[in-house]
C-alpha cells in the first residue's frame, strides 16, 4: 500500500519488514541462559526480546522487584557487533530513561556497575518501538519492559575444540605409505 498524503510515497509493509529484519538478533541470543537480576518474575526477561511484528505485544514482559534498576545478561550464541536497540518500557514512569552497555563481562553484580560502562544511552519515552538507543527509569518505583530489540551483524563462533591425536612410540611402516618406496619395491624392515 502507497502512501503520498505526507510528502513521501513508499510501502509501509515494505518498510515494516525491512525494519523486522534489522532486529531479528534475537534469533541469535541464547534465551535459556538470559539473566536478569532484579526482575520480580524469574525468568521473564528472556521474554522481552522477541520478533518484530510482536514488539508491541504486552502480555510477556520483565518488571524489577526491590528499585528500578534491572540488569540483564544477554549471552549470544556467536560474535554480536552490536549496531543498536530498542526498548519498549512501561507505561509513563514506569519506562526506562537509561541503558548502560557493559560488554563481555560476565558475571556482572550491581556491585560492578560502578565500573565505567563501554556505552551509557538516554532513552525517550517510546511506546511504539520507533526510537533506538536506551534504558534506566523515568521515576517510578518500578522499571517494566514489553520488548527489547537488537540490531548488528552475527557471525558463527569458531571454537577451537580439543583434537584427540594418537602419536606411536614406534611406528608401523605398513601405516604410513610411501609412495617413492613403493615406486622403488624397498621396503624398511
Given at each position: 500500500?502507497?502512501?503520498?498524503?505526507?510528502?513521501?510515497?513508499?510501502?509501509?509493509?515494505?518498510?515494516?519488514?525491512?525494519?523486522?529484519?534489522?532486529?531479528?538478533?534475537?534469533?541469535?541470543?541464547?534465551?535459556?541462559?538470559?539473566?536478569?537480576?532484579?526482575?520480580?518474575?524469574?525468568?521473564?526477561?528472556?521474554?522481552?526480546?522477541k520478533p518484530?511484528?510482536?514488539?508491541?505485544?504486552?502480555?510477556?514482559f520483565v518488571?524489577?522487584?526491590?528499585?528500578?534498576?534491572?540488569?540483564?545478561?544477554?549471552?549470544?550464541?556467536?560474535?554480536?557487533?552490536?549496531?543498536?536497540?530498542?526498548?519498549?518500557?512501561?507505561?509513563?514512569?514506569?519506562?526506562?530513561?537509561?541503558?548502560?552497555?557493559?560488554?563481555?563481562?560476565?558475571?556482572?553484580?550491581?556491585?560492578?556497575?560502578?565500573?565505567?560502562?563501554?556505552?551509557?544511552?538516554?532513552?525517550?519515552?517510546?511506546?511504539?518501538?520507533?526510537?533506538?538507543?536506551?534504558?534506566?527509569?523515568?521515576?517510578?518505583?518500578?522499571?517494566?519492559?514489553?520488548?527489547?530489540?537488537?540490531?548488528?551483524?552475527?557471525?558463527?563462533?569458531?571454537?577451537?575444540?580439543?583434537?584427540?591425536?594418537?602419536?606411536?612410540?614406534?611406528?608401523?611402516?605398513?601405516?604410513?605409505?610411501?609412495?617413492?618406496?613403493?615406486?622403488?619395491?624397498?621396503?624398511?624392515?
Amino acid at each position: 500500500m502507497s502512501c503520498s498524503g505526507h510528502g513521501h510515497a513508499h510501502d509501509h509493509e515494505h518498510e515494516a519488514a525491512e525494519r523486522g529484519a534489522e532486529y531479528s538478533l534475537y534469533t541469535k541470543i541464547d534465551t535459556v541462559h538470559v539473566d536478569c537480576l532484579n526482575e520480580a518474575e524469574d525468568n521473564s526477561a528472556a521474554g522481552v526480546f522477541k520478533p518484530w511484528d510482536r514488539r508491541l505485544d504486552t502480555d510477556q514482559f520483565v518488571e524489577s522487584d526491590v528499585d528500578e534498576e534491572l540488569l540483564f545478561r544477554i549471552p549470544f550464541t556467536g560474535d554480536v557487533k552490536l549496531k543498536g536497540f530498542i526498548v519498549i518500557g512501561g507505561e509513563g514512569e514506569r519506562h526506562p530513561s537509561e541503558v548502560r552497555l557493559y560488554k563481555n563481562r560476565l558475571g556482572m553484580t550491581f556491585d560492578d556497575t560502578a565500573a565505567t560502562p563501554d556505552q551509557v544511552f538516554q532513552l525517550y519515552e517510546d511506546r511504539s518501538g520507533s526510537l533506538e538507543y536506551a534504558t534506566r527509569n523515568f521515576g517510578a518505583d518500578s522499571t517494566k519492559i514489553y520488548y527489547i530489540g537488537l540490531r548488528g551483524e552475527y557471525s558463527q563462533s569458531h571454537r577451537h575444540e580439543v583434537t584427540v591425536c594418537n602419536y606411536e612410540a614406534r611406528a608401523n611402516p605398513a601405516d604410513h605409505k610411501n609412495p617413492v618406496l613403493d615406486s622403488v619395491g624397498h621396503g624398511i624392515s
